[in-house]
C-alpha cells in the first residue's frame, strides 16, 4: 500500500532519516527487477514505479554535496543514486527531509 505524502512526514521526523522517493518508467520494470531494487506501482500514476531510498545525515550530505540542487534534475539524482541506465527512466525525485519539508524535482 502507498503512503501518503503526510504518512511519509512523520516516517521521516520519527526515524530522522532522509527518504528519496524516484519515479520511474514501467517500461524498465525488467532493468528494475534485475538491480533488485524494492518497488510499488505509483498511485497517481500506473505507467510509473517508485523506489524509496533512506538516507542517514551523513549520507544525504554527501549526496548534497555531490548534486548542486541548483543544477540538477530528476534524472542526474537517478544517475547518481541508481545507475546511469536507471536514471534515463527516472521522471520525478520527491526528497522528505526529517524537519517536514520536501524537495521535489520533475
Known amino acids: ?16 532519516t532522509y527518504d528519496i522517493y524516484i519515479e520511474i518508467d514501467i517500461d524498465c520494470e525488467e532493468l528494475v527487477d534485475a538491480c533488485g531494487l524494492d518497488y510499488e506501482r505509483t498511485e497517481a500514476d500506473d505507467t510509473q ?17 555531490d548534486n548542486n540542487f541548483n543544477y540538477a534534475d530528476e ?14 527512466y527516472v521522471t520525478k ?12 524535482f520533475s
Open 93 to 104: 525525485v520527491t526528497i522528505y527531509k526529517p524537519n517536514g519539508d520536501i524537495i521535489s
Open 1 to 16: 500500500m502507498t503512503q501518503t505524502t503526510a504518512d511519509r512526514r512523520k516516517d521521516v521526523q520519527a526515524a530522522g
Open 49 to 65: 514505479n517508485e523506489v524509496c531510498i533512506s538516507l542517514d545525515v551523513d549520507e544525504y550530505e554527501d549526496f548534497q554535496h
Open 75 to 88: 534524472q542526474t539524482i537517478g544517475h547518481y543514486l541508481l545507475n546511469h541506465e536507471l536514471g534515463e
